[in-house]
């Protein structure tokens, strides 16, 4: 049974290789290609298709688990969910975050979108980015102290947006 399912891939392999083209116009104008000739056809010679390397993507790393600080015990981004494609004309994309306990006086947060920052010594859980670019992003937050020191982290998670034209 392998060995049939063998040679029934190179039978198939070896139909699909490249035949000849041909271009004729008929009578009407209207220009015909097929695998075989017709009357006043012409053979078309096929340049080779055009490719290139791939390039190396990085490698992956590991998620690091975040590990709860002192004093707080969650911190999350509930909005957008990972992997989640939004579709806004104008870039819009709201995002909230979710933090237990509520955030300690002389605490801010700050907002990054693909490393960059957003938003920064915010006190506010939620905020609509605006004219993001379309594509995928990758996004996550900090709880800094008075003297912008980390305290707290969330998971970055990858989210995709659309963006929807008339």
Do not use: C, W
Not at 47 to 68: D, E, F, G, I, N
Request: net charge positive; glycine share 6%; charged share 25%.
């Amino acid at each position: 049974m392998r060995y049939a399912a063998i040679i029934f891939l190179l039978v198939i392999s070896f139909g699909l290789q490249a035949r000849d083209i041909y271009k004729s116009v008929g009578p009407d104008g209207r220009v015909i290609f097929s695998d075989k000739p017709l009357p006043n056809s012409e053979e078309i010679e096929l340049k080779p298709v055009q490719t290139y390397p791939a390039p190396r993507l990085p490698l992956r790393q590991a998620s690091k688990k975040v590990k709860p600080a002192a004093g707080y015990k969650h911190f999350s981004v509930t909005t957008p969910l990972p992997n989640q494609s939004l579709r806004n004309a104008q870039g819009r994309v709201p995002v909230v975050l979710k933090l237990l306990p509520k955030l300690y006086e002389g605490h801010a947060l700050k907002l990054f979108l693909d490393g960059q920052l957003v938003a920064g010594g915010e006190r506010s859980l939620s905020r609509t980015l605006d004219n993001i670019d379309r594509g995928a992003h990758d996004l996550y937050a900090l709880v800094v102290d008075k003297n912008d020191k980390e305290i707290i982290r969330t998971s970055s998670l990858k989210f995709f947006l659309h963006r929807q034209f008339r």
